[in-house]
């Protein structure tokens, strides 16, 4: 139980384009997501907390219009990184929990290479 | 301000030996959970275990247990008999009481490679 699913896995695509990773929960419903990102040799970093109709939450220093995330669903969340450039290349990896009790459990992450 | 702490970037364990991961952590919430995940080289993030900040006795899950010595603010991992499928990145993470600003998220340490040598 408890599984998270991310999609693509990995993607590469030209500067200037914007890219779209979806998060999905498969057997629970999740009113809150998470978004990090992780740099090679590193931690995660939180970027944002994704809530279920309503805005995300961003932490300091990640721009919001750089880096859209919707949550349009109790099991969907989307982030979309706009006019990518080779600097938001990275590990971006999701997370969800099925009650607030609970651990967080994490898709497997996009791999995002921008050339 | 860091708050969680892993002292070892990294570590080599041989296998079937039983090795320790340190972390500290920073908190001044009475209310916490602590856990402790594996990232293997594919990159994804396994939950291995969790220890609540009123469990009165430390986690187990398997071969892993969490060395819980809340006075000293610590909650190290031990695995025990290391397999060679161990060897992975091991973060430890804390989650403050869940208010309206924080949504339960998690913070991490800066990770721990663990290499298990045959």
């Known amino acids: 139980g408890a599984v998270v699913s991310q999609h693509p896995s990995w993607v590469i695509c030209k500067s200037g384009t914007s890219v779209k990773i979806e998060c999905r929960s498969l057997?629970?419903?999740?009113?809150?997501m998470f978004w990090y990102r992780q740099f090679p040799k590193q931690s995660l970093m939180l970027m944002a907390t994704?809530?279920?109709?309503?805005?995300?939450?961003?932490e300091q220093g990640v721009e919001k219009d750089k880096f859209l995330i919707n949550h349009a669903s109790l099991t969907l969340s989307t982030l979309t990184v706009t006019s990518a450039h080779p600097e938001d290349s990275s590990f971006y990896i999701c997370?969800?929990?099925?009650?607030?009790?609970?651990?967080?459990?994490f898709g497997d992450g996009t791999r995002l290479s921008i050339l | 301000a860091q708050k969680i702490t892993q002292t070892q970037p990294g570590m080599f364990v041989q296998e079937k030996e039983a090795v320790t991961l340190d972390c500290t952590y920073d908190t001044s919430d009475p209310s916490y959970g602590l856990f402790w995940y594996k990232q293997p080289s594919s990159g994804e993030m396994i939950f291995l275990i969790y220890?609540?900040?009123?469990?009165?006795q430390n986690a187990t899950e398997g071969r892993y247990s969490l060395n819980f010595q809340k006075a000293r603010k610590s909650a190290n991992l031990v695995i025990s008999a290391s397999q060679l499928g161990d060897s992975a990145m091991y973060f430890c993470a804390m989650r403050e009481v869940m208010t309206t600003d924080s949504w339960g998220k998690l913070q991490f340490g800066a990770g721990t490679q663990v290499v298990v040598t045959p």
């Open positions: 220890q609540g900040s009123y469990d009165q």
């Open positions: 057997d629970f419903q999740a009113t809150t």
């Open positions: 994704s809530n279920e109709g309503s805005k995300a939450t961003y």
């Open positions: 997370s969800a929990r099925p009650g607030s009790n609970q651990p967080q459990h």
